[in-house]
């Protein structure tokens, strides 16, 4: 069995030229540019609540780093580092090895792609967990919250919503989807993508952001606490697959598209004179950026349907349970 040290060196060190010390001492040192202050976020994904236990482990390499991805995206911060702590089962015999290769492949994938370089971490047994932390840099006070939205400002979603859950509800054949739809909508749930220079490109221009981590309803109603505000949404104008627009308005997709989570896109609010700006992004970034509805003063959230009609709707946000 490989032991802890076994298990980091070989797996787990890589070059780290944006530390300036990476894996092997008892910190990593890190320094962020002249100029910049550093977004630190975490997230940790258990098998049984938020992945299945025989989940391809490569596609679970990238998603453990996508999600903490989508973090920086929805602050406008350019991500630096990462920690990652593992939790693994006591081992099948070889089954190891090929699970942390596969693991590291995945990880390490996305993480290069983005120039994210992993510094630390930790390893033990136990029931089979990841947990990534990951640090980025964002310019001295620039960073997008949640608490900036303003009464007038458009609300935007980058790319489709929706798809991932209809994926999780397929697997769990609560939806029968077409042979033809299986595959994107699977990828959206197993290897999202995380919109990470759009999030940097908003600085300047987006009032609030957040990464629909958890579904629209209740990430956007994040916003509107957060920033005290009210809103006003159309499904109608929410940018979604085919397969979604097959299975719509069944109940169950109207929850998919509304409340499903791991979208990994962005909402974000816009000051209406901006509106132009958004539009040459989304050409420039080559990601559909839409507006569904528009920030008003007082509090709640209202979604209408392409009619006009309020929509009421049970669910209102994901309960974390993935499986
Ligand atoms: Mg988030």
């Known amino acids: 069995m490989l032991s802890e040290f076994d298990i980091i060196d070989r797996y787990?060190?890589?070059?780290?030229?944006?530390?300036?010390?990476g894996v092997g001492d008892d910190a990593a040192l890190i320094k962020p540019a002249r100029g910049m202050e550093l977004a630190v976020s975490t997230d940790m994904l258990v098998a049984g609540q938020h992945f299945f236990a025989d989940a391809d482990p490569r596609k679970l390499g990238h998603k453990s780093l996508a999600?903490?991805?989508s973090d920086m995206a929805a602050m406008g911060a350019r991500p630096r580092w990462a920690i990652l702590s593992l939790a693994l089962p006591e081992p099948t015999v070889r089954t190891d090895e090929k699970w942390l290769e596969a693991f590291a492949d995945g990880f390490f994938g996305l993480a290069q792609a983005h120039q994210v370089d992993l510094v630390g971490g930790?390893?033990?047994?136990?029931?089979?967990?990841i947990s990534v932390t990951i640090i980025g840099?964002?310019?001295?006070?620039?960073?997008l919250r949640r608490s900036g939205a303003r009464p007038g400002d458009d609300i935007w979603?980058?790319?489709?919503?929706?798809d991932a859950a209809?994926?999780?509800?397929h697997v769990q054949r609560r939806m029968v989807l077409e042979p033809g739809e299986i595959t994107g909508c699977l990828s959206a749930l197993h290897t999202p993508t995380a919109r990470v220079e759009l999030?940097?490109?908003?600085?300047?221009?987006?009032?609030?952001?957040?990464?629909?981590?958890?579904?629209l309803l209740a990430d956007l109603g994040?916003?509107?606490?957060s920033s005290k505000v009210a809103a006003v949404i159309n499904i109608s104008e929410i940018n979604c697959s085919a397969a979604m627009k097959r299975c719509l308005p069944r109940a169950l997709a109207l929850e998919c598209l509304l409340a499903g989570g791991d979208d990994y896109e962005l909402c974000f609010t816009v000051p209406r004179s901006r509106r132009k700006k958004i539009e040459m992004l989304s050409l420039e970034q080559r990601i559909p950026l839409t507006r569904i509805g528009e920030i008003d003063e007082g509090e709640g959230l209202v979604v209408l349907d392409a009619a006009g009609n309020t929509i009421t709707l049970e669910t209102k946000g994901y309960d974390h349970f993935h499986v």
């Open 157 to 162: 979603i980058s790319g489709q919503l929706g």
């Open 199 to 215: 999030g940097q490109r908003l600085i300047g221009l987006a009032d609030s952001a957040i990464d629909i981590s958890d579904g």
């Open 166 to 169: 209809l994926a999780l509800a």
């Open 137 to 143: 840099e964002v310019a001295t006070g620039k960073a």
């Open 67 to 69: 999600v903490n991805l």
């Open 122 to 129: 930790d390893t033990t047994r136990g029931p089979l967990a």
């Open 12 to 21: 787990f060190t890589r070059p780290s030229p944006g530390a300036v010390l």
């Open 222 to 225: 994040h916003i509107l606490k």
